[in-house]
């Protein structure tokens, strides 16, 4: 395999990191992979696992040889990480994201990069509930979404980098911009995971140990309560005014049916149903 | 195999009859199985399959000989169809049925027995988006929870037969009261539904054709928005007063996180967050 990379160094050793790591090596990458984190056990074990050819806690010295600095850690951490390793970061260096934010991360971290150094935003559609390398898998993001959101001053040669880099992943990239992205994926992803929450949330309180008599639907629909919660946190922080958005447009939904069934408005309900349905079939 | 029927009727060959059917085949079944329904075509086809050993589209007819029936259509339509064939029903004879909702059933229903039939209301805790024939399986109802819900005047042997019957086709029975079971899964399934549907149509106002950004997370939400919408107002129709009571639990949990991400109180929202994983975490 042929990148534009020798020197791959990724900031967070979780699910996400160490699965492009796997996925670079599965592809017969030949460059040095660093991984970077905070918990030296767990890179110690990613070592061993070979997922990494390296590691450090000291984000300076894991950067400084890098020519690809992928940042796998939640969102809320990019802008310290960035404001502390930025002075060393190799000229004609890229950097880039996993974040499933994008306008603010672009709006903070472009800014931060030194001459000579591109920051390009991605946002791979690709994750699971389970977190951490013993999780990670090769294929993670093989034929998953990956969003790339280039803003008006971002490099062009260092966005197809990028882009190409995804690719020798598996993943088939897609432009939009930062602000694009955080409508749709406010949307699609971001109030989903609230609301699969706040579901868990609002059954619990109908009755305590009452969520134990669910089948299989509730099972999906709440499965993605069980993502990390400071992950989900950080990206309602950096998404706020779209998530709102998206919340407002939802409880409008609710408001919607709840008022039907208050009504006894049988026929009406079918309708609304019918329309969620229909819209759902598209999707598979 | 041995149980105690030896003809059984089974009304509505859809996706929780036919794989009823399928099951007591699989099992051993030596009796005659006659399945009743309104669509011929679906019934020959049935038939050809192995299915069902007769069918009929003339209710009583098919009822006639039946030692048990097996009430698998919409709960909208138990009481027509019961009104319609209670008094050809075989003395002797058990009713029960999959209906999602018991108390209104059990209520409606059981009066409308004739002296010597009994009615045993159950609930499969079974079932798939995909509906009908297409996707019957003989293994729907193994390792699933079977809640048997005996009133107040159910017959003790005719309750005794039905947990039984579920417990040929594999199923783990539970008994609850009629009332019991409607707000347990007034919480666990019926409120699931209606978000579901309700997600599906907040998101589709944000921007029209933006679910298809959607990730596997969005798709495992909403799969169960594909149920056929007449079943699920007919739920709605006969569970209301608990559906409402969980829609507005679930809808002041809604609230308190749209309140925190408004105040930017992320502390809070972690918070929120972490108690919804920790009560998901029981489920699997």
């Given amino acids: 395999m042929k990148t534009d990379f020798k020197n791959i160094t990724i900031i967070g050793i979780g699910l996400m990191g160490s699965s492009f790591a ?46 690809l600095i992928l940042l796998a850690v939640p969102v809320g951490r990019f802008e310290t990480i960035v404001k502390n390793i930025r002075k060393e970061i190799k000229k004609g260096a890229i950097v880039t994201d996993v974040g499933s934010v994008k306008a603010q991360i ?79 994926f406010g949307a699609v992803s971001h109030l989903p995971h609230v609301i699969a929450y706040a579901l868990v949330n609002g059954i619990t309180k109908v009755e305590d140990s009452i969520l134990n008599n669910g089948g299989r639907g509730l099972r999906d629909m709440t499965r993605i309560a069980l993502s990390p919660p400071e992950l989900w946190r950080d990206i309602c922080a950096h998404n706020r005014k779209n998530i709102l958005r998206s919340l407002k447009k939802f409880s409008s939904s609710v408001t919607r049916v709840t008022r039907l069934i208050e009504k006894s408005d049988w026929p009406g ?16």
């Fill in 22 to 67: 796997l996925a670079l090596k599965a592809k017969g990458f030949r460059g040095r992979i660093t991984g970077i984190g905070r918990n030296r056990k767990n890179l110690v074990k990613a070592k061993r696992l070979g997922i990494i050819d390296d590691y450090t806690t000291e984000y300076t010295d894991g950067i400084k040889n890098a020519d």
């Fill in 269 to 284: 309900l079918e309708k609304e149903f019918r329309k969620a349905r229909e819209a759902r079939q598209g999707l598979e």
């Fill in 106 to 184: 672009v709006k903070k971290i472009g800014p931060l990069m030194p001459e000579g150094v591109h920051f390009v935003g991605g946002h791979p559609i690709a994750g699971k509930e389970c977190s951490g390398i013993k999780c990670a898998s090769a294929g993670l993001y093989r034929n998953a979404r990956c969003v790339i959101t280039p803003g008006r001053n971002t490099n062009n040669t260092a966005l197809k980098k990028v882009i190409s880099l995804w690719k020798t992943v598996g993943a088939d990239t897609v432009l939009m911009t930062p602000e694009e992205h955080d409508i749709v």
